[in-house]
């Protein structure tokens, strides 16, 4: 169940921030893509996240860090 949620929180996050900075973003950021922007700020949250919090163990952070080869895979294509 926490998987599952961990992986809906990801999902969910990731596609709200991508249509604020898709709405948004064309003004404010002209040299990076806005999938670039959002996927640092993602990932950069998480390891912050999962270096101050005592419950989150190392699958978590594994786990999550599926999410950048995820952004490495669509990056190249």
């Known amino acids: 169940m926490k998987w599952m949620h961990l992986t809906v929180e990801l999902v969910t996050g990731f596609m709200l921030l991508f249509l604020i900075v898709k709405v948004a973003g064309k003004k404010l950021i ?3 893509s806005p999938f670039t ?3 640092a700020l993602v ?3 998480l390891l912050g996240n999962a270096l101050y919090d005592d419950h989150i ?4 952070i594994i786990y999550s ?3 950048g080869e995820r952004y490495y895979c669509l990056s190249n294509t």
Not at 57 to 60: K, M, V
């Open 65 to 67: 860090n599926h999410y």
């Open 57 to 60: 163990h190392l699958w978590y």
């Open 30 to 32: 002209h040299q990076i």
């Open 43 to 45: 990932l950069g949250e």
């Open 37 to 39: 922007f959002i996927s």
